[in-house]
Nanobody
Framework: QVQLVESGGGLVQAGGSLTLSCVAA????????MGWYRQAPGKQREFVAR???????RYADSVKGRFTISRDNRKNTVYLQMNSLKPEDTAVYYC??????????WGQGTQVTVSS
């Protein structure tokens, strides 16, 4: 039982910054990796960033150098700091958490809109 709740989405101008947060509740001690995906209108959901229990990170090529993923295990929270935002970053952003054997859990999503 893991519940994920995202927050921090909103409207921002191109070149601006935004920080997303995702708080996990439930069996949080079993969580291994956490990450972020996004889905733009009319497009397939795509990988954005991932962070392991050892703080190893991985990013999609489209966001490397602009986005930073981090986690605070004490607060059971994962963050996505987004800088130099582009209109193509507009999407619903989803938080995910992986628990071995149990599988993946997903949040409800938060809307990020970047204006030109």
């Amino acid at each position: 039982q893991v519940q994920l709740v995202e927050s921090g989405g909103g409207l921002v101008q191109a070149g601006g910054s935004l920080t997303l947060s995702c708080v996990a509740a439930g069996s949080t001690s079993s969580i291994n990796a956490m990450g972020w995906y996004r889905q733009a209108p009319g497009k397939q959901r795509e990988f954005v960033a991932r962070i392991s229990s050892a703080d190893r990170t991985r990013y999609a090529d489209s966001v490397k150098g602009r986005f930073t993923i981090s986690r605070d295990n004490r607060k059971n929270t994962v963050y996505l700091q987004m800088n130099s935002l582009k209109p193509e970053d507009t999407a619903v952003y989803y938080c995910t958490a992986t628990i071995p054997i149990s599988g993946d859990y997903w949040g409800q999503g938060t809307q990020v809109t970047v204006s030109s």
